[in-house]
């Protein structure tokens, strides 16, 4: 039997909390509180944590605060953070988004949503997990620059695009040709991180910088020097919805 998943909720609002609680619990999942962000950095110290479930509005440390604190620690700063807000601008999603939160979830919300999201969370790390432990570990990828081959780390790509049946990773200035078609990368870098959002783009989740909604569908915009936008296309809009919270 896999361990249970340890999630930390993080809201000054009392009945939120027992009823996440009491819903988490009842999922099999262990769940702590804080009511504030300076509790939860202490309590992120003292116990064990999968998944954290943030407020934004609380007394004396924030949830912008203390997701940077969270961010800025070397024994925190991978834990998926889970945003639960009451504000629903598309100017706090991207804020989030920018510094570093998985999901974003608004008040009132579905908990079995809730279950969902945290389980998938678990899903794509236990994957990502997998796949480094059988590859040894090995996060680079082979690309061509100017006659030279050259070992690429998976944390520089930005985006990876096709083109004249050509295909090309992007990083934060430069540009290499890879000897392999996007659906073989796609399926290469199935983690939670990577993600096909065009027949023509793949994208680096944690390299967003802003997401513009047009037309019923979305844009992203990418972090390289350029700030490229990629178009979703309108198959992949639920699953990139889901794959960010929105």
Do not use: C
Request: charged residues 30%; glycine residues 6%; aromatic residues 6%.
């Amino acid at each position: 039997m896999s361990d249970p998943i340890r999630v930390l909720v993080v809201d000054d609002d009392e009945a939120i909390v027992d009823m996440i609680q009491m819903g988490l619990e009842g999922e099999g999942m262990r769940v702590v509180s804080a009511s504030d962000g300076s509790e939860a950095l202490e309590m992120l110290h003292k116990h064990p944590t999968d998944v954290v479930l943030l407020d934004i509005m609380m007394p004396r440390v924030d949830g912008w605060m203390t997701l940077m604190e969270i961010r800025n620690d070397p024994l925190t700063a991978d834990i998926p953070v889970i945003m639960l807000t009451a504000k629903t601008q598309d100017l706090a999603r991207i804020l989030a988004f920018k510094q570093g939160v998985q999901q974003y979830v608004t008040k009132p919300f579905n908990l079995m949503e809730l279950v969902a999201r945290i389980q998938s969370l678990m899903r794509g790390r236990q994957r990502v997990g997998t796949a480094a432990q059988a590859e040894g570990d090995f996060r680079k990828l082979a690309v061509r620059k100017g006659g030279r081959t050259v070992l690429l780390d998976l944390d520089d790509v930005i985006y990876i695009s096709a083109k004249n049946k050509s295909t090309y990773v992007h990083t934060y200035e430069n540009q290499y040709l890879v000897d392999l078609t996007l659906s073989e990368l796609e399926e290469r870098l199935s983690t939670d991180a990577f993600r096909r959002l065009h027949r023509s783009y793949m994208i680096n989740l944690n390299k967003v910088k802003e997401i513009v909604r047009v037309e019923g569908s979305y844009v992203v915009v990418m972090s390289d020097r350029d700030e490229t936008q990629v178009p979703v296309a309108r198959r992949q809009v639920k699953s990139f919805r889901e794959a960010v919270g929105i």
